[in-house]
Every structure is written in structure tokens, then in C-alpha cells.
């Protein structure tokens, strides 16, 4: 079943559960698929798209409830929080540090980078591999320090 269908699907579920944070959270990304997929000009909705939006909608919602944090507003922060765990249902398991940084050290191997210069070349290849799993920001600090050994 795509992920535009099973979000579908599980809104309605949410409804009959009363689970409003699962609902609006939901909700949200519903909307966000039905302007990508509507979007003049845009290419076919695929599963891909859909990823690529999940990805962007929970890694908002981590900074937004982090603001939240910083600003003593705790109650605000765990409805962010919240929401985003729901968007991160959907999303392929995140890697671990530990994984991350092997898969950052086999794709400096494959590309043959030795020096920070290269570090775009390495960032090119794996933002691609690791897209969904693995945050761009987390993947650039680890080629940076692995590049600058």
C-alpha cells in the first residue's frame, strides 16, 4: 500500500480512537502530500516524495520542540515531540551513530576522498545513500571530522 493510502487509512483510525495528536499530526501530512501531488508541474507522488516530506515534517517538528525546550514551555514542546514520533512511524529506522559514521567511512573509501576539499564529493553520494535514515546535518559534522583526520 503507498504511504498516501495508509496515511489516509490510519486518519481514520485515529478519528475512532479520538487520538488527537496521531490525528492532527496526520492531518498535516496529508496536506502536505496532497500539495506535492497537486503541485503544478510536479512529477508523479511516489513513495520517494512522500519519504522525502516525512523526513522534513519530523526533523520541523525535533527543532521546533527544542525552541520550545530553550523557552521553558514544556507543554508545547511535548505536543511537537509528539507529533513528530507519529511522522517517524513511517519513516525507515534511523541509523545509530556508530552506523552512521561506518557507512560515512565506507562511502570516503568508494569515493576516495583523503582531504576536507573533498568533502562535497563524499556529502554527494551520501546524502543519496542515506536519505531518510540518517540527518544531513549529522552525516556532514561525521564527514567532516572523519575528512579531517
Keep these: 500500500m503507498a504511504l498516501f493510502e495508509q496515511v489516509s487509512k490510519d486518519i481514520v483510525a485515529a478519528m475512532k480512537a479520538h487520538d488527537k495528536v496521531r490525528l492532527e499530526a496526520l492531518r498535516n501530512v496529508k496536506k502536505y502530500f496532497l500539495e506535492a501531488k497537486t503541485a503544478p508541474g510536479a512529477p508523479e507522488f511516489t513513495d520517494a516524495e512522500a519519504m522525502k516530506i516525512l523526513a522534513k515534517l519530523s526533523k520541523q517538528g525535533r527543532d521546533t520542540?527544542?525552541?520550545y525546550r530553550e523557552q521553558n514551555r514544556a507543554d508545547l514542546a511535548e505536543w511537537e515531540e509528539g507529533?513528530?514520533?507519529v511522522i517517524e512511524e513511517y519513516l525507515?529506522?534511523?541509523l545509530s551513530a556508530e552506523e552512521l559514521e561506518r557507512?560515512?567511512?565506507a562511502i570516503i573509501a568508494e569515493v576516495g576522498a583523503v582531504s576536507p576539499k573533498e568533502m562535497g564529493k563524499v556529502m554527494?553520494?551520501?546524502s543519496k545513500r542515506l536519505a531518510g535514515r540518517a540527518d544531513g546535518r549529522a552525516i556532514a559534522d561525521i564527514t567532516k571530522r572523519l575528512l579531517a583526520q
Design 65 to 67: 520542540a527544542a525552541l
Design 83 to 85: 507529533q513528530a514520533a
Design 92 to 94: 525507515p529506522k534511523q
Design 103 to 105: 557507512e560515512v567511512r
Design 124 to 126: 554527494g553520494v551520501a
